[in-house]
T-cell receptor, first 111, second 113 residues
Framework: RKEVEQDPGPFNVPEGATVAFNCTYS??????FFWYRQDCRKEPKLLMS???SGNEDGRFTAQLNRASQYISLLIRDSKLSDSATYLC????????????FGSGTRLLVRP | EPEVTQTPSHQVTQMGQEVILRCVPI?????FYWYRQILGQKVEFLVS????????KSEIFDDQFSVERPDGSNFTLKIRSTKLEDSAMYFC???????????FGQGTRLTVV
């Protein structure tokens, strides 16, 4: 089983749509969780951390289900500028400093 | 806003040559990383560095790779004898202590010919 698994997409949605991405992780000892976005040929940029209680940042909502080892990202009112690849990232735990990346889910927002 | 900076942005080298990729992490960050991304593939962990030593490395990070923090600001990745398959985008990243995300530099595109 892959350490961090995501649906590759692409998700092709109209402007204004709501879209949800899912991610699962294999290591139950994982401690910290993040969503990054990556534009074509650019560096990954931190979008938001994911907390156990769920958290929201404007149009973006992240959820964590530790029992199911599942993370989600919801984007409301999609903008053209949201078109990018969304990366689910997991820190393995206190004794491991590395961040493990999923392969990413590609989002295309059309006019 | 503080950022991670990497130089050069693009490096072309002949197979078998040594390359050094340079990074200046964010100044108060404590953990430093190198990642790579082969075109069209996922971001892969190479090595993490904390308290002036390697804390973890992946299987990719073999004897041909080394990292250094020669002074208080720079963080370098050296590839001793480059292979064609080393062609990739190399990202440096840094973060604070605790459950915080890492911030990435804009990357160095390495092309081995």
């Amino acid at each position: 089983r892959k350490e961090v698994e995501q649906d590759p997409g692409p998700f092709n949605v109209p402007e204004g749509a709501t879209v949800a991405f899912n991610c699962t992780y294999s290591n139950s000892a994982s401690q910290s969780f993040f969503w990054y976005r990556q534009d074509c040929r650019k560096e990954p940029k931190l979008l938001m951390s994911v907390y156990s209680s769920g958290n929201e940042d404007g149009r973006f909502t992240a959820q964590l289900n530790r029992a199911s080892q599942y993370i989600s990202l919801l984007i409301r009112d999609s903008k053209l500028s949201d078109s990018a690849t969304y990366l689910c990232v997991v820190n393995q735990g206190d004794s491991s400093y590395k961040l493990i990346f999923g392969s990413g889910t590609r989002l295309l927002v059309r006019p | 806003e503080p950022e991670v900076t990497q130089t050069p942005s693009h490096q072309v080298t002949q197979m078998g040559q040594e390359v050094i990729l340079r990074c200046v992490p964010i100044s108060n960050h404590l953990y430093f990383y190198w990642y790579r991304q082969i075109l069209g593939q996922k971001v892969e962990f190479l090595v993490s560095f904390y308290n002036n030593e390697i804390s973890e490395k992946s299987e990719i990070f073999d004897d041909q790779f080394s990292v250094e923090r020669p002074d208080g600001s720079n963080f370098t990745l050296k590839i001793r004898s480059t292979k064609l398959e080393d062609s990739a985008m190399y990202f440096c990243a840094s973060r604070l202590r605790g459950p915080t995300g890492a911030f990435f530099g804009q990357g160095t595109r390495l092309t081995v010919v």
